[in-house]
């Protein structure tokens, strides 16, 4: 097992290597290149005042609407400013680096480089469809833009629920407890493999990248309440439309009944499509049951994720 680590290892470093030689001789000639590279590699120079504020006033308004519901006590705000469990810890790191735009350097570091790597392959070799600059209308393409990325979501939650995949996504269902920021809680190779989903399907439609700045922060104030401790089932609209706060709840429940449903993130459609939609009344107890994820702190968990994943893709591949 470890030789075969080693030689996946040793692989993803020559692959990253060969990728970036261009850039890497260049920080030979000039020793200032070393800085530019890392900025430009780990998109540590797209941090932005705007975007915290803006991310820091969608929190906060997706807390106001929870204390409103349910009361100060019971709130993610007193859990996250009081007496903080280790999960709520795990939370505060992944929110911390999300906001400051610095989960992208350590997807970058726990690659090794290689997400970014295969990022600028899809990009390359990606043919632009530029599938929306043939509809005229914006609110057509909105409304597409919306229900086809909705949908990629949905494709890719199905894969975080499948083995070697299912390792990284633990961590955001090892959370015990929901504090709004428990949307942001993932495992940073998790992130790693949406940007490469991402990259690919928004070359494939075309779309501005304003489009997805407003889309993500809609998604954003939507994906906070789903992580807050409400039981809105939301009626109607929450049987038909919307996934609920409720039915996320019950995707988050640690009974094996409940495993891989309610996977949507914005719309249930595709979980009545493909009859991953649940509905149930029963007691929901959030998190994971045995796993080694919130016992350690989260730098280790982020570790320990690392080598499961690593391990149990070699399992998979073994199996075939
Ligand atoms: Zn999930
Ligand atoms: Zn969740």
Redesign the pocket.
């Known amino acids: 097992m470890k030789k075969k680590i080693i030689l996946l290892l040793s692989l993803i470093v020559i692959l990253v290597v060969i990728y970036y030689q261009e850039k890497f001789s260049l920080i030979f000639s000039n020793p200032k290149g070393f800085i530019d590279l890392f900025l430009n590699i780990s998109r540590i120079a797209s941090f932005s005042l705007y975007a915290l504020a803006l991310n820091m006033g969608i929190f906060l308004l997706a807390a106001i609407v929870e204390i409103m519901s349910i009361g100060w006590t019971k709130s993610s705000l007193k859990r996250i400013l009081s007496n903080r469990s280790k999960s709520t810890y795990g939370d505060l790191w992944c929110w911390a680096l999300s906001i400051f735009n610095l989960y992208d350097l350590f997807v970058l570091l726990f690659s090794f480089g290689l997400f970014y790597a295969t990022t600028s392959l899809v990009m390359h070799s990606v043919y632009e469809v530029h599938l929306v600059n043939k509809i005229g209308s914006p609110i057509v393409v909105f409304m597409l833009v919306f229900a086809i990325s909705d949908f990629k979501h949905y494709i890719w939650h199905y894969f975080m629920h499948k083995r070697p995949f299912w390792e990284l996504h633990k961590y955001?269902?090892s959370?015990t407890e929901f504090n709004l920021i428990?949307?942001t809680?993932g495992h940073f190779l998790e992130k790693g493999f949406l940007t490469i989903i991402d990259v690919f399907v928004f070359l494939l439609l075309g779309v501005p990248p304003e489009y997805f700045i407003f889309l993500a922060f809609g998604r954003e104030f939507y994906?906070f309440i789903?992580?807050a401790d409400l039981n809105w089932s939301l009626g109607w609209f929450g049987k038909y439309i919307l996934i609920s706060p409720k039915a996320?709840k019950i995707?988050?429940s640690n009974d094996e009944n409940h495993f891989g449903k309610n996977l949507g993130?914005f719309f249930n459609w595709w979980d009545h499509l493909f009859g991953t939609y649940m509905d149930t009344d029963e007691e929901i107890k959030i998190g994971v049951k045995n796993t080694t994820y919130n016992k350690n702190g989260f730098w280790m968990d982020m570790v320990h994720g690392t080598k499961d994943f690593i391990s149990a893709t070699l399992k998979v591949r073994n199996t075939n």
């Open positions: 955001h269902h959370a428990t949307t809680r994906a789903l992580h996320h995707h988050h993130t």
